[in-house]
């Protein structure tokens, strides 16, 4: 009879603790996966800051003062819309405060085009600073590409075929843009020209231009 109880209370203490190992062990996993999720919580939270702070916030301006300093970086500015272009919508031209100095804005493959009505808007824009580079070797390829007059040449970026870059439509306008940048090449000492513009991936009008009027 003693020896029954005795085994019976084995049992119950023995039930008792594996209770309880059972407990700190689910209290140990709630605690471990409560840790995770702050870390995790914490880690997006810092991804998310460090991708903003890897965004540039600056004025045409600021940009246009020394705009090598953000080659292949992301920036966004605002400006007004003075020009956009009317074969496809391709590109666009904002200013600052001053007036005189024009940014080129190129759509990327986020964004269609730019519409006609969004000149005299003032637009918020996002993209990636690009760099193109004029030298020799350019000038020579696209006077080839002239005595060529190829419509089908893959070295459109000489011709504009996306946004007539160097007033294309006029053969002889392209003839006098390569001797002037010839011109500058040698004038500036260096190998090549370096003009700047924006890849844009999002845009958005700040202010609508005053008036409606369509442009043709």
Not at 173 to 196: D, K, M, P, T
Request: aromatic share 6%; proline share 1%.
């Amino acid at each position: 009879m003693q020896c029954n109880l005795q085994i019976k209370l084995f049992k119950v203490l023995t039930l008792k603790n594996r209770r309880k190992k059972m407990i700190r062990n689910l209290v140990s996993l709630a605690l471990i996966a409560i840790f995770f999720a702050s870390c995790g919580g914490s880690t997006t939270k810092q991804a998310d800051q460090e991708q903003a702070d890897e965004i540039v916030q600056l004025s045409v301006d600021e940009f246009l003062a020394d705009p090598a300093e953000y080659v292949g970086k992301e920036v966004t500015m605002r400006g007004l819309v003075v020009h956009v272009c009317k074969h496809g919508g391709k590109r666009m031209f904002i200013v600052g405060e001053n007036q005189d100095d024009r940014l080129q804005i190129k759509a990327g493959d986020e964004v269609a085009a730019f519409p006609l009505e969004a000149e005299g808007s003032i637009v918020e824009i996002n993209g990636i600073v690009d760099e193109l580079r004029i030298d020799e070797a350019y000038l020579e390829n696209w006077e080839n590409e002239l005595k060529a007059d190829n419509p089908e040449s893959e070295m459109k970026i000489h011709r504009g075929e996306e946004g007539h870059e160097h007033g294309e439509g006029d053969i002889q306008a392209e003839w006098n843009q390569i001797a002037n940048y010839r011109e500058q090449l040698v004038e500036s000492g260096q190998e090549h020209l370096s003009f700047y513009s924006v890849i844009c991936n999002s845009f958005v009008e700040i202010q609508e231009a005053e008036t409606t009027e369509e442009i043709e």
